[in-house]
């Protein structure tokens, strides 16, 4: 089941970035013959036919300019389409034999018998609720997942805050850089001060081998009195790097709205199997939908046998899933969170480490241990030139999330 008319069809916000970076989510993935994204430890090959965009560098740049850089001779990540993704395997369900339901929204997993399982779902344009039997139901129904949300398990979750997310796909950017992930640090960036802008350069659904990739700008922000929309263009029009975007046209727009939740732990409910974003906290990158997908679907069909195999499932997520893991969630937010600084105290932190390059990928697990790192290499000077910044930034790596969350709104 899948509420869209065209499944493949992508609106929502996505940076789609391959996490080229060994042992992510447990395992690692390789491109292989340009058309295959493989999985070494789960032996998982999926086709991919579209273009991809090597991104060479990581970047963190403050409103006056100053950066960390972080770079890796394999690249720090890969962007591809996930239109292109999504039509490749819905193909290949579709040849299996499998039943796709279009524009129906499922609402609700109940188990009813030791193997046997309610689904309630209603067609878009009705208000009609139906139902379905079925041995196991697998909810991959997202980051706002409603299948999720009646699971017990759910109910141990806590809950952090809401975001938004804007994105205008956009031809005739002039950046400075290679193709690059790049996080704009700093207040200055934004009208209010509020949330965090992010770009990289992809390819659309429909780029032919040779086109030079386009850009993907974000704006994401806590749900607050502000339009995503009113920032980006604030950002094109008045931003401190406006001259990158003289002339570049708009091609594309995307949205999407995203709850942070710590992670279910307990994944498997009965016959309900939550996998991907829905158990997450925010996102198992494509590659993680993919990956958990699967080993739901080989841990259900040993179920099916044998009548054993979830205990199994649960416990690969709470061993790759990094999130799952103390401590992690903090880490991610104190990265991103490091906008909490004034300007002016960024641009004298990110002025130590402009001239430098460090070994990193583009990962929300081990990119922020590197910046800290970096920081924190050069903490006697710091400490000597601007002891209050000193202060600030070792208090801060102190913080719980919420704390983290409440200084960076």
Known sequence: MDMKRDIPKIDRSCCTMLINEPSTHGDTCTIVNNNTIHYEKLGLDVKYTGQWARLEQSIRITPGGKKLIMSNPNGVSIAYNKEVLLRGILEDCEKLGVDVLTETFGLRAENTKKDEVKVLFRGSRSRTISSVKARIAVAADGVNSQIAMGLESFKKRKFFVTFRVASYFLEGVKSPFPPA?????????????????????????????????????????????????????????????????????VVHTAAATLNFYTCMLEPAEGNIIAVGDAPSFIETYCQGAMMYGYKAAKVAAEHLRTGCGYNEYAEYWRKTFEYC?????????????????????????????????????????????????????????IKKERPEIAEKFLKFHQSDAHEVLEKTK
């Open 181 to 249: 992930f790049i996080i704009f640090v700093g207040r200055g960036h934004t009208p209010d001060g509020n949330g965090a802008m992010y770009m990289l350069d992809k390819h659309l659904a429909d780029a032919k081998p040779g086109d030079k990739p386009i850009i993907d700008l974000m704006y994401a922000t806590p749900v607050i009195n502000t339009s995503n929309k009113m920032g980006l263009d604030n950002f094109l029009k008045n931003g401190r790097f406006k001259h990158w975007f003289e002339g570049a046209k």
């Open 325 to 381: 893991w103390p401590g992690e969630i903090e880490k991610a937010l104190r990265g991103y969170g490091i906008g909490f600084l004034n300007d002016e105290e960024l641009d004298y932190l990110f002025g130590l480490t402009d001239n430098e390059i460090y070994d990193g990928y583009v990962s929300e697990n081990t990119a922020p241990a590197v910046m800290k790192d970096a920081f924190m290499s050069k903490m006697d000077r």
